[in-house]
């Protein structure tokens, strides 16, 4: 079995800050991009940020100068530094990664359970 257990959502003002985590659990062999989507109510889902193992990023245009997407491969663990936050930000944060489970096995994707970002104007 695998996890990603994301946290670190809330409220915030227009403006403010918030970061995001999110832990990859149990049976993992090798953990490969990590990153954040988010969906906002009758929207699609959508990417926010991408991380390589080897740290290369990428970046929806609407958060380039903003959010930071960080991660630890000791921990298998992913973080999304929100700043300057704005309304159009709110949406559920769902946390994704990529990762092989056994040397032998293919990569497969896996979702955490979203966390609710909301930004009052």
């Known amino acids: 079995q695998v996890q990603l257990v994301e946290s670190g959502g809330g409220l915030v003002q227009f403006g403010g800050s918030l970061r995001l985590s999110c832990v990859a659990s149990?049976?993992?062999?090798?953990?490969?991009?990590m990153g954040w989507y988010r969906q906002a109510p009758g929207k699609q889902r959508e990417l926010v940020a991408t991380?390589?193992?080897?740290?290369?990023?990428t970046y929806a245009d609407s958060v380039k100068g903003r959010f930071t997407i960080s991660r630890d491969n000791d921990k298998n663990t992913v973080y999304l530094q929100m700043n300057s936050l704005k309304p159009e930000d709110t949406a559920v944060y769902y946390c994704?990664?990529?990762?092989?489970?056994?040397?032998?096995?293919?990569?497969?994707?896996?979702w955490g359970q979203g966390t609710q970002v909301t930004v009052s104007s």
């Open positions: 994704n990664a990529r990762l092989r489970r056994r040397e032998q096995w293919p990569e497969m994707n896996y």
């Open positions: 991380v390589s193992r080897g740290a290369a990023t």
């Open positions: 149990g049976s993992i062999f090798s953990v490969n991009t």
